[in-house]
Each structure stands twice: as structure tokens, then as C-alpha cells.
């Protein structure tokens, strides 16, 4: 024990002196050695593992902003086709009123056409019944006014016949655009 506590109080003595010295056996100097190395090794792989997260970290970020810039692209140019959408739709919207409203007044004009015809018609077979009355003499036909009787019946059978022709066109007009004249 009294050499035990010698050695240490010389190496107490050493270690506060400037200039003192240690000494170690062998053994333990190469196992310090090793030690030194084990954890050069070590710290190097470390900061080697530090190194390559570092990287990893750097290629997932730029990877990450790539992403980004992709995403804002692809945003930019649905936001532009969304607008060109909405113009096409907004012009089609104004081209179909358009044509609704061209198809409404060709329907009131065609309406209007075959009302007049048909008050025409009506006319004519009006003035031709009432101009068949007059003429007519009271007594048996005679050859000269029967074939002018026959005329005025034809005129009027024409008169009552075309309104009726003319008003089923119209009509089937109006149901074949599926709306109502």
C-alpha cells in the first residue's frame, strides 16, 4: 500500500510540475494507442455519416423545391386553362342567347307569314264564296255558267283546304324544335 500511495503521490508530483513525466508499461501505452486510433476511426466515420446526412438532406431539399416549382407550374397553367374555360364557356353562353334569340324572332316571322296566309286564304275563300253567291243564277245552271260554277268550287275548296295544309306545317314545325310556337 505504501508503495501504491508513493507511485501515486510521484505521479501527483509529475503531473504539477512543468516539465514532468509519466511513465506507463507497454502494454499500456499500445492500448492507449489503439484506443486513439479506435476513436480516430470512429470520429471519422462520424463525421463521414454527419457528412453523407448532410447531403441527403441537401438532394431531399432541392428535390423538395423541384417538387414545388413543378406543383406552382401546374397550378399556373390550371388557374390559365380554368380562364380560357370560362371565356369559352361565357362566349358560348353569349352565342347560344344569340342564336336563341335570332331562332325566336325567325319563329315570330315565320308565325307571322302563316297567319297571313291564312287571313288571305280566308279572304280570297271569303270573296269567292260571296262573289259565287252573287253570280249565281237562281234557276237551273246552263251551260255557260256551269262551267263558272264548277270554278268557284274548286276556288273554294282551294281556300278552305290551304289554311289548313299551311296551319299543320307550322305546327309541325313548332314540335319538331321541340318547343312550343
Known sequence: IKQLSDRASAVQASTSEPGGKVTISKAEFESLSRKVKESEKLSEMKVAAAMAQVEAVRASENEAIQKMKTARREMEDMELATEEALKRAETAEAAKKAVEGELKRWREKEQKKAAESVSSAEAQAHATTLSSVHKA?????????????????????????????????????????????
Open 137 to 181: 243564277p237562281a234557276g237551273k245552271p246552263t251551260e255557260k255558267n256551269d262551267g263558272h260554277q264548277r270554278n268557284n268550287r274548286t276556288l273554294l275548296r282551294k281556300g278552305f283546304v290551304l289554311p289548313n295544309i299551311t296551319g299543320m306545317f307550322h305546327k309541325k314545325k313548332g314540335h319538331a324544335d321541340g318547343s312550343s310556337p
